[in-house]
């Protein structure tokens, strides 16, 4: 059984390219011991912080690029996402639960993705995000 797995790849800013590379880490995750729903937490954070990078990052750019970083072992893994956009102001974001935000088509993944990882930290002015989630380990495991 695999122990532990590292990645580091640059993406171009094509929204195509982000399932079949969530689809991959995720085979990863599994295999070293994550259940089903840590590894759909995963899946799930990952997407949104790539489209993320591409859509309001690189702001659908094709030259531009995302580089996407995994450091994952049985007990956590470790997301890093950067775009090569100019950043946002991340301690500024509405909460998609309050008031007239409930009624916003968008707005929900950085909220999606605080719920899903157990920390969740912004840097280079919001054109990186650092991810992190805490395995629970399964019987036998």
Excluded: C, W
């Amino acid at each position: 059984m695999e122990q532990q797995f590292t990645l580091e790849e640059t993406l171009a800013t094509d929204l195509s390219q982000v399932m079949p590379l969530v689809e991959r880490i995720a085979q990863k995750v599994l295999a070293l011991t994550a259940s089903a729903e840590e590894t759909f937490q995963v899946k799930l954070a990952l997407e949104e912080a790539l489209t993320n990078a591409m859509r309001h990052g690189n702001l659908l750019i094709a030259k531009q690029v995302v580089t996407v970083k995994v450091k994952a072992s049985r007990e956590r893994i470790i997301l890093d996402i950067h775009d090569q956009g100019k950043g946002f102001d991340f301690s500024n974001l509405r909460d998609p639960t309050q008031g007239e935000n409930t009624e916003r088509i968008s707005g929900r993944g950085v909220f999606l993705m605080r719920k899903l990882m157990d920390d969740i930290e912004f840097y280079d002015a919001g054109s990186g995000v650092k991810m992190v989630k805490t395995f629970r380990l399964r019987p036998g495991a």
